[in-house]
C-alpha cells in the first residue's frame, strides 16, 4: 500500500518515502502559470499549480506540474509566457527545453 503525502510517497511494503517524479514548468507570469493550467484541463492532462522548487529559478514564482510525457513537447498548452520546462526529482532539475 502506497500512502501519497504532497509530492512524496510512503510505501508501508519498503517502509521508506520517496519522492515521485515530475514535469514542472515556469512562467515570466502568474497568470501565464493559471492560464496554462486551465489549457491542460481543456486538454485532459492533470496537472497542479504549485510554488517553483527552491533548486528551480522562476519569475514568477509558481510552476505548474503534471506527470504526462505526451504533454511535454505539445507547446500550445503552456503558452507564449512559459520560460522552460524541467524534470524534478525532488533532488534537482533537468532541463528538458527552454523558451529563448
Known sequence: MIIFTGQE?????????YFQVMYIATFHS??????????FKAAGFKATL??????VSSSCG?????DEEK???NSALFGDEVEAVYLYDGKGAKTVWKND
Do not use: D, G, I
Not at 30 to 39: L, R, S, T, V
Not at 62 to 66: A, I, K, V
Open 71 to 73: 504533454a511535454v513537447n
Open 30 to 39: 502568474h497568470f501565464a502559470a493559471m492560464q496554462a493550467a486551465e489549457n
Open 9 to 17: 510517497k510512503y510505501s508501508k511494503k519498503t517502509k521508506s518515502c
Open 50 to 55: 504549485r510554488p517553483v522548487p527552491r533548486k
Open 62 to 66: 509558481t510552476c505548474l506540474s503534471f
